[in-house]
C-alpha cells in the first residue's frame, strides 16, 4: 500500500479586534448586569449582587430603564470649563479625559436596553465607547427646542434636566452627562436619536 503524503493542518491568522465589537462586548456585559433603578418603585432596598461578585448587580426583568428623578446641582455646581471639556472629550475620542468629572460610582445608562448600572469612573469612561466618541462631528450646542423633544419623552425626559451638558451626533448617537452637584452623577447614551424622539 502506498501511502498518501500527510496534509498539514492549515492555521488561519487571527483578525484584528475592531473597536466596534468592543464596545459590543460592554455593551453586552452592561446588559448582563443591568439592574433595577432606584425610584422606579420596584423595590425599596439596592439590588443584589450577582453570584460571584460582591459589586456588580444582577439583571432585572424590566424591558428598559425607567427615568428616575435625577438630583439637582447644588449651588457649588461644576467647575469651571467641565462643559467644554466633556464635550472636547467626546467630540475629540479622549474620553479619559472626562473622568476627573465622574462621581463614584456613575449611574450608566443605555436607551432601549436593561444597561442601567453603577460604574467606577474609569468604567463609565470605557462605556462612553457605545456610542463611538471621535467619530464624526459632535454637537454640544443643540437647540432648546431639541433637548426640550428629548425631555418629553415618558421614558428617557429626566436624562435631560436643564443642566444638562448633551450632544450629538452627526452619526445619529446622543449622550448626556447630568450633573450631581460638582460632578456628573450620570451618563444616559441612545447609539440613535429616534430611540428618544419617537415617542
Not at 496534509?7 to 465589537?21: F, G, I, M, N
Not at 448633551?166 to 447614551?189: E, H, K, L, N, Q
Request: proline share 11%.
Amino acid at each position: 500500500m502506498i501511502a498518501s503524503p500527510r496534509r498539514s493542518p492549515t492555521t488561519r491568522p487571527l483578525r484584528p479586534v475592531a473597536a466596534s465589537a468592543a464596545a459590543l462586548v460592554l455593551a453586552a456585559a452592561l446588559a448582563a448586569c443591568a439592574s433595577g433603578m432606584p425610584g422606579d418603585g420596584t423595590s425599596s432596598s439596592p439590588p443584589m449582587p450577582c453570584a460571584g461578585s460582591t459589586d456588580s448587580p444582577c439583571a432585572t426583568t424590566s424591558p428598559s430603564p425607567t427615568a428616575s428623578p435625577t438630583p439637582t446641582a447644588t449651588s457649588a455646581g461644576l467647575p469651571d470649563g467641565a462643559e467644554q471639556n466633556l464635550a472636547d472629550a467626546v467630540s475629540s475620542g479622549n474620553t479619559q479625559a472626562a473622568e476627573g468629572y465622574l462621581a463614584d460610582p456613575t449611574r450608566v445608562v443605555i436607551a432601549a436596553s436593561e444597561a442601567d448600572t453603577q460604574e467606577s469612573p474609569v468604567d463609565a469612561v470605557l462605556a462612553l465607547d457605545y456610542v463611538q466618541p471621535g467619530v464624526g462631528s459632535w454637537d454640544f450646542g443643540l437647540a432648546g427646542v431639541t433637548i426640550e423633544q428629548y425631555a418629553g419623552n415618558p421614558i428617557y425626559g429626566a436624562f435631560f434636566p436643564p443642566d444638562a451638558i448633551v450632544g450629538r451626533s452627526d452619526t445619529g448617537a446622543v449622550v448626556s452627562f447630568v450633573p450631581d452637584g460638582d460632578r456628573i452623577g450620570t451618563i444616559f447614551m441612545s447609539i440613535d436619536e429616534s430611540l428618544i424622539t419617537e415617542y
